[in-house]
T-cell receptor, first 117, second 113 residues
């Protein structure tokens, strides 16, 4: 069975601080996919990034960066120079589905990030 | 424009009512999903449809009844709900491939009174 753990329930930072959201996952599959989603107060989950299990390269997109480490089963997300608009709930998710099957995402419980002005 | 549209955005219903939630996607995806998001709980997968066929029912009570007439539309029919069913119901869609992400609608905030 697959499992995603986001130990940080709530984080508060002051604007312009860097913040890292932790994600630890469990799976028995050798091929899997990891995701981060952002959920603003409007409710919609906004896709941020997908990472394949066979690609351990870290990724940077503007102020966002992701650190994928298979050795520790972690996929952490860092926001640099945080802004008030970054305030949202962030979800880490895992999928083991392959071709020909519908995706079944297992989500972590989410981390509520509040960026204070 | 998210590509996945859910209606209504808010719904208040009594325990004896019958209502339906609607989801529509214009992304050309083959798979559609219903998720339930309750306060302080992880997102729970309820139903999965792949090419209009239901492939997953995660022990959801029969008072929730999904319908998928085609790959672009998904409904969730509700009847005789309980107050604990109050939650945000999210619809999502994706290709049936592992290397793609799911796209979500904005959800329907359901309150059962």
């Amino acid at each position: 069975a697959q499992k995603v753990t986001q130990a940080q329930t709530e984080i508060s930072v002051v604007e312009k601080e860097d913040v890292t959201l932790d994600c630890v996952y469990e799976t028995r599959d050798t091929t899997y996919y990891l995701f981060w989603y952002k959920q603003p107060p409007s409710g919609e989950l906004v896709f941020l990034i997908r990472r394949n299990s066979f690609d351990e390269q870290n990724e940077i997109s503007g102020r966002y960066s992701w650190n994928f480490q298979k050795s520790t089963s972690s996929f952490n997300f860092t926001i640099t120079a945080s802004q008030v608009v970054d305030s949202a709930v962030y979800f880490c998710a895992l999928s083991e589905s392959g071709y020909g099957s519908a995706r079944q995402l297992t989500f972590g419980s989410g981390t509520q990030l509040t960026v204070l002005p | 424009e998210t590509g996945v549209t859910q209606t209504p955005r808010h719904l208040v219903m009594g325990m004896t009512n019958k209502k339906s939630l609607k989801c529509e996607q214009h992304l050309g995806h083959n798979a559609m999903y219903w998720y339930k998001q309750s306060a302080k709980k992880p997102l729970e997968l309820m139903f999965v449809y792949n090419f209009k066929e239901q492939t997953e029912n995660n022990s959801v009570p029969s008072r929730f009844s999904p319908e998928c007439p085609n790959s672009s539309h998904l409904f969730l029919h509700l009847h005789t709900l309980q107050p604990e069913d109050s939650a945000l119901y999210l619809c999502a869609s994706s290709h049936d491939r592992g290397d793609t992400e799911a796209f979500f609608g904005q959800g329907t905030r359901l309150t059962v009174v």
